[in-house]
């Protein structure tokens, strides 16, 4: 009962101590998308906005079958976002390190690296086998 009666009082302080509560209190609305998830669904174009792309020498134009992801595809935006990053939605104050797609060959599946935010992406011949594996791995 000691822990949980001091908790709140504790947690107060530190907000005090940084300046956090004062601006909590002078800028609720503006601050709340920090404390709390944003409910606005997650497009294609947020997700494109949120990466450096690394273009393999091989593949120039293949963030396009990411982009159809939104159309045509039973793995949700969201579910790519959760795959690389852990995460759901994307941050208020965005991912660092700033998330990065990279193309490869060595791999039929995609590669998540959550740590760096990298989403390695596997070069196809053609779009069904691409989308295929996309599906399975992000999935399973």
Avoid: W
Wanted: overall charge negative; aromatic content about 14%.
């Amino acid at each position: 009962i000691y822990i949980y009666f001091f908790f709140p009082h504790r947690f107060r302080e530190g907000l005090m101590s940084l300046g956090v509560l004062d601006a909590l209190q002078k800028y609720p609305l503006q601050l709340k998308c920090l404390f709390m998830k944003s409910h606005k669904v997650l497009t294609a174009a947020d997700l494109e906005n949120l990466f450096q792309i690394i273009h393999s020498e091989r593949v120039s134009n293949a963030f396009q079958d990411l982009q159809d992801a939104e159309f045509d595809s039973s793995v949700s935006l969201e579910d790519i976002l959760v795959f690389f990053t852990g995460c759901d939605h994307v941050l208020a104050l965005s991912f660092s390190p700033k998330p990065r797609i990279e193309f490869t060959t060595h791999s039929r599946f995609p590669i998540a690296n959550t740590c760096e935010n990298i989403l390695s992406i596997p070069v196809h011949a053609n779009y069904t086998a691409f989308q295929s594996d996309m599906d399975f791995a992000i999935r399973n």
